[in-house]
């Protein structure tokens, strides 16, 4: 239905959009955040890297432009385009003052071939001052917004320590929603707190919200992470391959068909990751993915309600 995919792929729209294959460089804005500097906490989420989630990224002491001019180089022995979205990943990219957040991203948009800017940030971290700077930037360039919500459930964000409730989810929700800004909502398959219909409840939750697009990760367990001393102590149940994705084929059957699905399998660094080690073969996962879909006779929206 989407081209060859039963599900409504970021390729497949950025194509649509920008006419050929979009490419995506992730960057280190040299931002941190607010679970991580002692503001709301200083150990982070629980199963976030050292990295602030951004294990494949540039140095972050080096400029944008570098980093920019580095990611190209590095992307252009996978891919053959010149279309670039800057992908402003590690920590919490709103959480610095504005003037300084201006700089950053209007220095990755000066760039060559710059089509636009992917910010990736916590709810927490969009204040009236940051939204108008993110306004602006709809404005000018192709923008979307990424928050890490995981989970609706409180009592799975306390166990993750995400810092923030779902209300605040719901404030900065609103506030783009006013500005017409693109949002994607990050949510982890498989956390230790949670059973299977409290996170196809997530789903629901998202399914009804105006959202533009949606990543699925597998949790993964890191080393050094306090995860992976929870893991160690209590040994929880780490899905297999086989039940992530039946999880995922019921969350893509639930999704309305206008959600763009921008991930469904997550990228742990081989060094660094603990369990599941299946999700190294990222390629079987996405084709066993399709294959279910197929078997079930089955594409995204299927089971979609309001
Ligand atoms: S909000 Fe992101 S960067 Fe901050 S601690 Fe959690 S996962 Fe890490």
């Keep these: 239905m989407w081209n060859d995919k039963r599900y409504h792929t970021l390729d497949y729209e950025l194509k649509k959009i920008f006419g050929e294959k979009t490419i995506k460089l992730s960057i280190d804005g040299g931002f941190t955040c607010p679970n991580r500097d002692g503001t709301i906490g200083s150990r982070g989420c629980i199963f976030c890297s050292e990295r602030g989630s951004g294990d494949f990224n540039s140095d972050r002491n080096i400029s944008i432009t570098n980093q920019i001019r580095e990611q190209k180089q590095v992307m252009s022995k996978k891919w053959r385009s010149n279309t670039y979205i800057a992908y402003f990943q590690s920590y919490t990219n709103t959480y610095d003052s504005v003037e300084n957040l201006r700089k950053k991203f209007y220095e990755a948009l000066s760039c060559t071939n710059i089509r636009g800017l992917a910010i990736a940030t916590r709810p927490d971290c969009i204040n009236e001052q940051v939204l108008e700077l993110l306004d602006e930037l709809n404005s000018k360039t192709f923008l979307w917004i990424e928050l890490g919500l995981q989970s609706i459930h409180n009592e799975t964000a306390g166990f993750i320590r995400r810092g923030y409730n779902l209300e605040q989810f719901e404030k900065a929700y609103e506030l783009l929603k006013s500005k017409n800004i693109r949002m994607v909502v990050h949510l982890i398959v498989g956390l230790p707190a949670e059973s299977k219909e409290q996170y196809l409840e997530t789903i629901k939750y998202i399914s009804k919200k105006e959202v533009w697009g949606i990543k699925l990760h597998m949790l993964h367990v890191l080393k050094n992470t306090d995860l992976a001393d ?7 149940n ?10 995922v084929c019921d969350s893509l059957e639930l999704l309305n068909q206008s959600t763009i699905i921008h991930r469904l399998t997550g990228d742990g660094k081989k060094s660094e990751l603990i369990e599941p080690l299946w999700t190294l073969d990222k390629l079987k996962v996405l084709s066993d993915i399709d294959k279910e879909l197929r078997s079930r006779d089955s594409y995204q929206g299927k089971n979609f309600s309001l």
């Design 230 to 236: 929870y893991y160690d102590k209590n040994n929880f």
């Design 238 to 247: 780490i899905l297999s391959r086989d039940e992530y994705i039946n999880i």
